[in-house]
């Protein structure tokens, strides 16, 4: 296989195995300790507070939930919050742990002071989710054995463990589950200045000269999200080694991020997908999750946890009770006109039609 110049090409890596690189770069790039960790400062002051008295008592930590939205270093606080105890971390997922024996199983073979990390906490089905929070108390399960009227109920004590629980639904959580977590902290959106240092800080990972100017340029663009700025990166680097200088300077930056779909205000191609249905299918809305999923091939879910929450706080979108409305702002973004009568309606695509400029993205 040859590029357009002729030169030997390597296989392209999709699916699985793509996704698989993408996280072990992704990896490599997570910060290891509360001192490396960028910005979140009352976060980080909190959790310091916990850990050190932790430490100082010589005992494990109180259960630690983390909040927010995708992206903003809920796993990397719990490898943190492992490292700075010196304990050994085990990780699992809501989705990963079908049955209460499951979790049983995961739990008897925790020992004195590891941090079990429950991702996606929300996401535990409810017998699960009863059995964690009377282990998170008492450490202590009741395994039972058997079925029917023969089953046994043995109950078995278990090691001091911290759990460490991450989800971007706080709300959807149970209150006895909510109650049992000492600590809980709410990751906000990263400033730019600080999506800058996170950016410069992962530059020198990936030996990338890139300079102060692209540095807040990918910054301004990554929707207050290390997880992005730092792909945003990775792409500045890919166009700077192929067209550029190989150095990352504004141009560079510039040029990528035009590549890749992501505009001046850190849209995306899904967002401004959700925005143009928005706008030309529904005339602004209001339009239930769903209808605008299915409108843009998505998931309810990812709109809801990816787009949405960017777009209510860029002031481009807002959610009512009726169902989600682009405001004045989105329309004019899209370089639509907007409605006369308000924030909805039927509008129809302006002068300067933003309807080619939503589908030539
Ligand atoms: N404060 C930070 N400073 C430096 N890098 C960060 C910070 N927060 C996150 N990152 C980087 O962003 C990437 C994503 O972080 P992480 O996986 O911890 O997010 P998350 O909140 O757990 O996301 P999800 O909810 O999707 O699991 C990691 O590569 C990490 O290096």
Redesign the pocket.
């Known amino acids: 296989m040859a590029d357009d110049f002729g030169q030997d090409l390597p296989p392209r890596v999709t699916g699985a195995d793509a996704d698989a690189i993408e996280r072990s770069?992704?990896?490599?790039?997570?910060?290891r300790s509360l001192d490396?960790?960028?910005?979140?400062q009352t976060v980080r002051d909190q959790l310091a507070l916990v850990l050190r008295a932790a430490v100082r008592r010589g005992g494990s930590a109180d259960h630690i939930l983390?909040s927010?939205?995708?992206?903003?270093?809920?796993?990397?606080?719990?490898?943190i919050v492992a490292g700075e105890l010196g304990a050994s971390l085990r990780v699992t997922s809501g989705p990963a742990i079908q049955h209460a024996g499951d979790l049983a199983a995961i739990l008897s073979s925790l020992d004195e002071g590891d941090i079990l990390f429950v991702?996606?906490i929300h996401r535990l089905a409810r017998p699960v989710e009863e059995m964690l929070y009377l282990a998170m108390e008492d450490f202590r399960v009741d395994v039972v054995v058997g079925k029917g009227p023969g089953a046994t109920s043995i109950p078995l004590t278990l090691p001091a463990f911290t759990v460490v629980g991450?989800?971007?639904r706080a709300g959807l959580l149970p209150a006895p589950l909510r109650d049992r977590f000492g600590f809980t902290a709410h990751?906000d959106f990263?400033e730019a200045a600080?999506l800058a240092?996170?950016i410069a800080?992962?530059a020198g990972l990936l030996a990338l000269d890139v300079d102060a100017d692209a540095a807040s340029e990918i910054a301004s663009r990554s929707r207050g999200?290390?997880?992005i700025?730092?792909r945003l990166l990775r792409r500045v680097r890919d166009w700077a080694e192929i067209h550029g200088s190989g150095k990352g300077d504004l141009a560079a930056a510039r040029a990528a991020l035009t590549v890749y779909e992501v505009d001046d205000r850190g849209l995306d191609r899904l967002d401004r997908a959700v925005l143009g249905a928005l706008c030309t299918r529904f005339g602004g809305g209001p339009v239930g999750l769903s209808t605008l999923a299915v409108s843009v091939g998505e998931e309810p879910q990812t709109v809801e946890e990816v787009a949405e929450p960017f777009l209510v706080r860029e002031g481009l979108m807002t959610r009512t009770p009726r169902g989600r409305v682009a405001t004045p702002e989105a329309w004019v973004h899209m370089g639509l006109t907007p409605p006369a009568n308000g924030a909805s309606g039927m509008g129809q695509p302006g002068a300067n039609d933003g309807h080619s400029r939503l589908f030539d993205a």
């Open positions: 770069v992704e990896a490599a790039l997570r910060p490396e960790f960028v910005g979140q983390l927010g939205p995708p992206g903003l270093g809920k796993t990397t606080l719990a490898m991702d996606e991450a989800t971007t990751l990263y600080d240092r996170i800080r992962s999200t290390p997880r700025a730092n």
